[in-house]
């Protein structure tokens, strides 16, 4: 399935698919609409905490990027309805300003490709 992404944000949404399971990656489970592709893994806590949902897609490291730079890392809250604010289709995002800064989450080592994997490539 070949777009053109430049009209991505002008394609209709349509809702999410269930996807056949990456055999590299069994636990995840993939979801694709007509704009993106999402990565899905439930984890289990080890410190009676909360469980967590992890979702990878991609557009918005970008933005993190060119604006606030590449080596800062954030958070995007996903916050419950009651909490919501949403006045023009926009997301929030809370980046720690230095560099050295590492969440006590997330990956610990960078890992990028541009080869085509199972029909998904990564853009240059």
Known sequence: MKRNTHDLLST???????????????ESEIYRNS????????????????????????DKM??????????????????????????????HAWIIDDSTFRFPFGFTQRLVTEAALYGARQEP
């Open 12 to 26: 209709p949404w349509t809702p999410f698919v269930w996807c056949e399971k990456d055999p590299r990656d069994p």
């Open 35 to 58: 704009r993106y592709q999402v990565h899905l893994r439930r984890l289990k806590a080890s410190d009676g905490g909360p469980d967590l949902i992890y979702l990878s897609y991609r």
């Open 62 to 91: 970008r933005i993190k990027n060119e604006l606030i730079g590449p080596e800062c890392e954030g958070v995007e809250l996903l916050p419950a309805r009651s909490r919501e604010v949403d006045t023009s289709n926009h997301f």
